[in-house]
């Protein structure tokens, strides 16, 4: 094995929040190798995230939903990648596909994780640690290549971040637009591609007009297909509905911007934790000993663990199985409040 490598490629192509937790790995490889060259290899909506991380050299899309949806494309993608020499690969996705295309990029030294499809296809394994935090699963890799000495040192989710002049002015004339100063908005997140990992409308439509009566803004925040699933919300409470108006880097600009985020267990709790905006998850079917809980310096989670049914899957299900949905009933939105009000009592430290 090189101790000094100087072609790096990381690998990520599962969820958004996901992308998000693999860049302290990234942030402590570039420190590790300052000379070398780091490629991000990703999902075409993930991209924008790596794309802003100034660890990340060049950021590599795999489009697994269209142009390399097929296993012929798979396998071109795969022999694509090999004309790059990569002397480190680490692949952060365990899937068939991840591997093979791994694999095929005839890296010098590839390392995925033991629970990985086709791990016998890598150099090393790393275990993977089912109840430690993700970031630090990721950072686990640095033992793969005799630097685990130094995992502590960042063992955190903020990383340096370059948002362009558009995106910053875009955001800040929102914010004019709207008259609001920094620290006077709140944000929240109501959606998720995961049906049972969502807190009510109704949490989420009293906790704003909670929020808004205390002088808070309160901005909804989310992609153009979560506008209409929110828009009830934002019509009965008078929060600004923001879904589709700002991108993944700009919604994260924003989260600079703003006093704290309340957001179900998704992608967006991820997102604040790179820029350190305070943070309330909301755990409904789904538990923070999976480890994607929130990592901000200040931040909180909500969750009924009083529930003998809780947790009942990973991501959620469709449905509650047993149909009471009480993981997300039982949490009001003043609990949800009065935790947010806690965490930012003192002033944060950007």
Same mark, same amino acid.
């Given at each position: 094995m090189?101790?000094q490598?100087?072609?790096?490629?990381?690998l990520?192509?599962a969820? /958004?929040?996901?992308?998000?937790? +693999?860049?302290?790995?990234?942030?402590?490889?570039?420190?590790?190798?300052?000379?070398?060259?780091?490629?991000?290899?990703?999902?075409?909506? +993930?991209?924008?995230?790596? $794309?802003?991380?100034?660890?990340?050299d060049?950021?590599?899309?795999?489009?697994k939903?269209?142009?390399?949806?097929?296993?012929?494309?798979?396998f071109t993608?795969?022999?694509?990648?090999k004309?790059?020499?990569f002397? /480190?690969?680490?692949?952060?996705?365990?899937?068939?596909?991840?591997?093979l295309?791994?694999?095929?990029?005839?890296?010098?030294?590839?390392?995925?994780?033991d629970t990985?499809? /086709?791990?016998?296809?890598?150099?090393?394994?790393c275990?993977?640690?089912?109840?430690?935090?993700?970031?630090r699963?990721n950072?686990n890799? /640095?033992n793969?290549i005799?630097?685990?000495?130094?995992?502590?040192?960042?063992?955190?989710?903020?990383?340096?971040?370059?948002?362009?002049?558009?995106?910053i002015?875009?955001?800040?004339?929102?914010?004019?637009?709207?008259? *609001?100063?920094?620290?006077?908005? +709140?944000?929240?997140?109501?959606?998720?591609?995961?049906?049972t990992?969502?807190w009510?409308?109704?949490?989420?439509?009293?906790?704003? $007009?909670?929020?808004?009566?205390?002088?808070i803004?309160?901005?909804?925040?989310?992609?153009?297909?979560?506008?209409?699933?929110?828009?009830?919300?934002?019509? *009965?409470s008078g929060?600004?509905?923001?879904?589709?108006?700002?991108?993944?880097?700009?919604?994260?600009?924003l989260?600079?911007?703003s006093?704290?985020?309340?957001?179900?267990?998704?992608?967006p709790?991820?997102?604040?934790?790179?820029?350190?905006?305070p943070?309330?998850?909301?755990?409904?079917?789904?538990?923070?000993l999976?480890?994607?809980?929130?990592?901000?310096?200040?931040?909180?989670v909500?969750?009924?663990?009083?529930?003998?049914?809780?947790?009942? $899957?990973?991501?959620?299900n469709k449905?509650?199985p047993?149909?009471?949905?009480?993981?997300?009933?039982?949490i009001?939105?003043?609990?949800?409040?009065?935790?947010?009000m806690?965490?930012?009592?003192?002033?944060?430290?950007?």
């Amino acid at each position: 094995m090189n101790s000094q490598f100087k072609n790096i490629a990381v690998l990520q192509t599962a969820f /958004l929040g996901d992308v998000a937790l +693999a860049m302290p790995l990234c942030k402590a490889l570039k420190s590790i190798y300052p000379n070398s060259r780091l490629t991000f290899i990703t999902t075409k909506v +993930a991209s924008p995230i790596a $794309e802003i991380v100034s660890y990340i050299d060049e950021v590599i899309v795999f489009d697994k939903r269209n142009a390399h949806s097929g296993f012929k494309e798979t396998f071109t993608f795969g022999k694509f990648l090999k004309d790059f020499e990569f002397d /480190l690969f680490i692949s952060l996705h365990r899937s068939f596909r991840s591997s093979l295309i791994a694999k095929l990029a005839k890296a010098d030294f590839s390392i995925s994780y033991d629970t990985a499809a /086709l791990s016998f296809l890598f150099d090393k394994k790393c275990k993977y640690q089912l109840h430690e935090h993700e970031i630090r699963r990721n950072l686990n890799f /640095l033992n793969c290549i005799g630097k685990g000495e130094i995992i502590d040192e960042f063992d955190n989710p903020v990383v340096n971040l370059h948002f362009s002049n558009d995106d910053i002015n875009y955001v800040e004339q929102f914010l004019n637009l709207i008259e *609001q100063k920094p620290n006077q908005i +709140a944000l929240i997140a109501p959606n998720s591609v995961w049906e049972t990992k969502k807190w009510t409308k109704s949490g989420f439509t009293n906790l704003a $007009e909670i929020l808004m009566n205390q002088n808070i803004q309160v901005l909804i925040i989310g992609s153009k297909s979560d506008k209409d699933y929110c828009e009830s919300i934002s019509h *009965q409470s008078g929060a600004i509905n923001t879904c589709g108006t700002f991108t993944i880097p700009q919604t994260i600009y924003l989260m600079t911007k703003s006093k704290f985020l309340v957001s179900n267990d998704s992608a967006p709790i991820h997102f604040a934790g790179l820029v350190n905006c305070p943070i309330v998850a909301i755990f409904g079917p789904t538990s923070p000993l999976f480890g994607f809980y929130p990592r901000s310096e200040q931040s909180s989670v909500i969750e009924r663990i009083e529930l003998d049914c809780k947790p009942c $899957e990973i991501h959620g299900n469709k449905k509650c199985p047993i149909g009471t949905f009480a993981c997300m009933n039982l949490i009001k939105a003043d609990e949800v409040a009065s935790s947010a009000m806690s965490i930012t009592s003192t002033e944060t430290t950007q």
